[in-house]
């Protein structure tokens, strides 16, 4: 039996950042990790390799002290570039020119653990998979191979991902959802290629998408969305008409793209439904073993660790005192990712070519809005502000709910004309 006062489940980008904010209140931190070495591997998850950084996950860096080391290995990004028909069409991220910031997973994951390592209150133990939980006794088991460890703890914080063992103990009874996309998932990198780098490139349609992110060190991490039974149409088929169809131009770009993306392991893109987050004031989840949500908002890691940021204060010498602030805390945090799970939900659709014509004169009846008014766009408060989600989805629903059935019909038919 070993004793931590904090007990981690997950040495990933969460983990390791709680571990370092929360280690000067505790004599020790231990975290539990089921791979068997610090290095970064790709798993089956569908996870991307290139992370968005914006105003939430900066802030929680900062905090760390290790802002500008993390942003002399990132990209400044202005906006997303669309390329449609052999045509391009740039589309800002900001109205004020503010950008967001592409990281290599492996970079961040790489100085989180450097800096883990090297703190004196801080043990990552390898090869532990947590096996069961016992919130009531303050203990969990975990495995190495046949071994088996009896840990007691006094705070645990669960963040050990989507398949989280910690999330699924809290919601043994019912509550934990694992809900899996039709679409499938895989990403390659490539060298070569003849975009600009300040931007995010995509291609989309109602079949499937293409998306590329910058790397710091050179080319582009370009990833591939479609559904799990055009894998054989899409990719497999000697004929590549169709490919060609979805996405003109990009085999004059990267001529062996199809056999590429069939070397890779993928995944299905998916999010988590988690009711329960706590036991007591002792035992916690965040992060995406708490709420993980489609990607493409790029705020997947910025809410982790925004969940960081917002326990902080209330975390005390030796761990929580009280309850109701802990209450408040989980609340609130149980609130922000709802609605940031629903935008993204929203912006997939939009991505992937998935909006009705209404759905895009709506789109686009909010965004003249918006600029009209001089306001923010959705994309722009999650990723510029620290306004909470829960009032940014609020009011974009709200400002949607006063077009009128005939504006709405006036934009469909513009839209049209124009070959939207």
Known sequence: MEHAPLLISGAGLVGLSAALLYADRFAEVHVLEKRDDPEYRFSREARSLQLVLS???????????????????????????????????????????????????????????????????????????????????????????????????????????????????????GGWNRNLEKDHYREIRLHNVPWIRDTFHYWHNSHAMIGAFPVFEGGFSVFLVHRNEHMEKLLLNPDATWFESLFPGFLDDVPNARKLFTEVTGGFLGSIDCNHWHYENHSLVLGDAAHAILPFMGQGLNTGLEDLYDLDPIIREGGLQGNRQFHEYVASRQLQAKAIREISEQQFRYLTGKYSQRDYALKHLLDNYVAAENKPTTYMACAFSLEPFSSIWEREKEIVSRFTEKEIADQIELDMNQGH
């Open 55 to 173: 105003a939430r996950g900066w802030r929680t860096l900062k905090k760390l002290g290790l802002e500008n080391n993390i942003r002399e290995h990132a990209i400044a990004l202005r906006g997303r570039t669309r390329h449609s028909a052999g045509e391009t069409f740039f589309e800002p991220y900001s109205a004020l020119g503010d950008t967001i910031s592409c990281v290599s997973r492996n970079t961040l994951h790489r100085l989180l653990t450097e800096r883990a390592l090297n703190h004196e209150r801080i043990s990552i133990h390898y090869k532990q998979q947590v096996s069961n939980v016992f919130f009531e006794r303050k203990a969990l088991n975990s495995y190495d191979d046949e071994k088996k460890t009896h840990w007691r703890y006094d705070f645990l914080i669960g963040a050990d991902g989507v398949r989280s063992r910690v999330a699924q103990e809290l919601n043994a009874s």
